[in-house]
């Protein structure tokens, strides 16, 4: 990690939360609670906790493409957590201005290269006083947050990292010259399979490229409508990912992929 120039904390008030608890259970509301119990200015807000249970991948994919609309001097929790209750670190993360903390399990490994440092939680110090071995969201994510909501200087949260553990990024990969392999990632609440090919990788521009799904060959368009209802299309979404779609349907119900499934783009 390249040193950064370190800036002085300004807390915006502003905590994100994002987790795979759902919103069935009182997990979320709690973890509101004890951060306004410690905060009463804190503005928080629910990113996702929709991330499918103990996804990392999907997890940092929705962290990396969502922090930069928020105010610096945000704090973002991600809690997505298998193994939470064993010797596991959680690390802090100064970037840009924000404060991200998640566990040790490669959450944060987009930040890393670009970080002001990264740090190891002192637990015992900024957890609440009687805490669990399975809910950190509640006895240690949410108690930090609201300590540094009130002007903690996050330097103080541990010592320095230097061994963070990295999460293998994958990406597409070239497989000719005019053709790449992609992978999907997740399917959205639509029914759209978002790959991990973004607009920025199709030379020439996206409309000069077409993806491959057995014998299926789908265009890349600008948006919806420029196709009918029931066709299937691939458009670049709105964080700048290839996406598989069916114009008002569901591109995973149509092609039945699952995540980590195979992808083909080829230049016309």
Known sequence: MAAKLERAWRPSGVV?????????????????????????????????????????????FYLERSWKYFPGGSVHLAVVDPGVGSDRRILAVSH????????????????????????????????????????????VFAPTAARLVEGLDPRELGPVCDD?????????????????????????RFGNLVTDLRAVDLEGGASQWVARVG????????????ARAGELIALVDSFG??????????????LA????????????
Request: aromatic fraction near 6%; include cysteine; charge should be neutral.
């Open 215 to 226: 014998e299926r060959r789908i265009p890349i368009l600008a948006t919806y409508s420029d």
């Open 96 to 139: 840009d201005g924000h404060i991200f903390l998640a566990p040790d399990n490669g959450l944060l490994t987009a930040f890393y290269a670009d970080a002001t440092w990264v740090r190891s939680l002192d637990i015992e110090r900024f957890s609440l006083a009687e805490r669990s071995r399975t809910f950190h969201g509640r006895d």
């Open 16 to 60: 994100s939360l994002l987790t795979d608890f759902g919103l069935v259970d009182p997990y979320v509301g709690v973890m509101h609670g004890v951060i306004l119990a410690g905060a009463p200015r804190a503005r928080v807000v629910d990113l996702t906790h929709g991330v499918p249970a103990q996804d990392i991948a999907v997890a940092a």
């Open 164 to 188: 963070p553990e990295l999460r293998p990024t994958g990406g597409p990969r070239r497989i000719s010259e005019r053709a790449l392999e992609a992978h999907v990632l997740l399917a959205d």
């Open 257 to 268: 992929l699952s995540p980590g499934a195979k992808v083909r783009f080829e230049r016309t």
């Open 241 to 254: 990912c290839v996406e598989l779609a069916v114009v008002k349907g569901s591109a995973a119900r149509r």
